[in-house]
């Protein structure tokens, strides 16, 4: 469950209490999270609410003007995000509109900017209207605050003509993005394109180009083609040829002009999820990543310390937060240890220095149990919109079985890495791996060249995201 909350300005005033860090008792004041996070100020803002699982327990800690207090346990838990996008609407000025339904199409402008709450610290956005060209209204950095955002909707006229979606797109891509518009980068940027009926023009390969751009491309068709009308579509299925998945989260029918109002708050709440918004995810931003690393007593104390060293290079080079790649550990022998999971570390100096701190077991060596404990522990609770990813590493044969476990987790959608040193065996891991085995499975002679792998698997993991259907 999730939703937007307002938070009025000086929320420090009511000195409301709020338990945790980063993961929050439901007890907690929603605002005072937000400040202690960082998410807002005290100036106030607009703020995504998610519900996660309850926590054993929830420590506290001083940050940004708000003491959160320790709670033993609770039995519910909620993050905060903020909703910092840059969304661009393309608005139809066609001569099919005409003048009253663009008017709707204005009143719909104005209650999104009203909801999402417009700010340099949250969402900005700009309008582009459409027609024979594409024509700015007003960009990204015009204006800083919801009232002022509607008050300029209200200022635009129509301009007519027909309705090239396609030519407005790659407008949006080429031309409005910008920096001296105000795209501020780190923001995902959102083009929601409004059409009364059908494109007059061609979109996919428009669409396709801003998508690898990493815009997020929504659609709302307001009375679109029935089945009489599908014969005078330029382009058919043209809504699922523009967005970013065909899974209905990027586009809104709606199925007459005045019902058009009632979708800004549906709208809303897609826009701020920006998990979800699926064409600003990259290689760097899009996993979670487990290590599996054998702790059995043939590594020993230097050469696992060889193996923690390798696995801090492959994760430095993703981005890791809470929403970003995630990354877990697990170490093995007989006996398995959860080192820490995908909650655990929010920000990528703490994992670091959580691999940094994982201690030597020494022991045997069951690395099939560990491949499942892995999967049990840690993907039982991946996010569904992250690719899982696990990372074997192991210098020596198994104890166990390895093969059912691993087809179990192949099973399960998750892509497995295997990384043999020394006496490791070949036959495990290729059992181990993921198809094609030969892009995903590993060997080095000698913990002293296991450095020469971490640019590798990173490569492929890359290759293999970038290599994705868009749908």
């Not at 523009?242 to 005045?258: E, H, I, K, Q, Y």
């Not at 987790?409 to 290729?430: F, K, N, P, T």
Request: hydrophobic share 40%; proline share 3%.
């Amino acid at each position: 469950m999730e939703f937007i909350a307002r938070c009025p300005a000086n929320c420090l005033e009511t000195k409301q209490p709020v338990y945790g860090s980063r993961i929050f008792a439901s007890i907690s004041s929603i605002c005072n999270a937000a400040i202690h996070g960082g998410i807002i100020t005290n100036a106030g803002g607009s703020v995504i609410v998610r519900k996660v699982a309850w926590r054993d327990s929830y420590n506290g800690s001083f940050s940004n003007g708000v003491r959160s207090l320790s709670l033993p346990r609770w039995r519910e838990s909620f993050i905060v995000t903020d909703c910092m996008v840059d969304i661009t609407f393309l608005m139809d000025g066609s001569w099919s509109i005409g003048r009253r339904r663009f008017n709707i199409q204005k009143d719909f402008l104005a209650e999104v900017a009203q909801v999402i709450d417009i700010g340099v610290a949250g969402p900005l956005m700009g309008v582009v209207q459409y027609g024979d060209d594409p024509v700015t209204e007003f960009s990204l950095k015009a204006y800083s605050n919801s009232n002022d955002v509607a008050a300029a909707v209200e200022k635009i006229t129509q301009k007519g003509g027909l309705s090239n979606v396609g030519r407005a797109l790659s407008y949006v891509n080429s031309r409005y993005f910008t920096n001296a518009n105000g795209n501020r980068g780190g923001a995902p940027n959102v083009v929601v394109v409004l059409v009364d009926g059908w494109p007059t023009d061609k979109v996919e390969e428009a669409s396709r180009r801003a998508r690898e751009s990493g815009i997020n491309i929504f659609f709302i068709t307001v009375e679109g083609p029935d089945e009489q009308e599908q014969e005078n579509v330029l382009e058919g299925n043209f809504v699922d040829k523009a967005v970013c998945r065909t899974n209905g989260f990027f586009s809104l029918p709606v199925s007459r002009w005045f019902e058009l109002r009632s979708a800004a708050r549906p709208l809303a709440r897609r826009l701020c999820d920006t998990e979800r918004l699926a064409c600003s995810k990259t290689c760097l931003n899009a996993h979670d990543i487990a290590f599996v690393v054998d702790g059995s007593s043939s590594v020993g104390t230097g050469n696992f310390r060889i193996v923690l060293q390798f696995v801090a290079n492959i994760t430095r080079r993703f981005d890791i937060s809470e929403t970003e790649t995630r990354v877990a550990a697990v170490q093995y022998t007989y006996e398995q240890q959860l080192e820490f999971d995908f909650e655990k570390h929010g920000s990528k100096a703490e994992v670091l220095a959580a691999i940094e701190g994982i201690r030597y077991w020494s022991g045997g060596t069951s690395t099939g149990a560990a491949v499942a404990f892995a999967a049990n522990k840690l993907f039982g609770k991946s996010k569904p919109n992250k690719r899982k990813i696990m990372i074997v590493i192991t210098d020596g044969r198994s104890y166990d079985d390895v093969r059912a476990p691993a087809l179990a987790v192949h099973r399960a959608g998750v892509i497995v890495y295997s990384i043999g040193i020394a006496w490791a065996v070949h036959e495990e891991l290729e059992d181990i791996a993921s198809d094609p085995i030969e892009e995903h499975s590993f060997f080095v002679g000698d913990f002293d060249e296991l450095y020469k792998l971490a640019p590798k698997i990173f490569s492929r993991i890359c290759r293999e995201f970038n290599s994705q259907p868009q749908n």
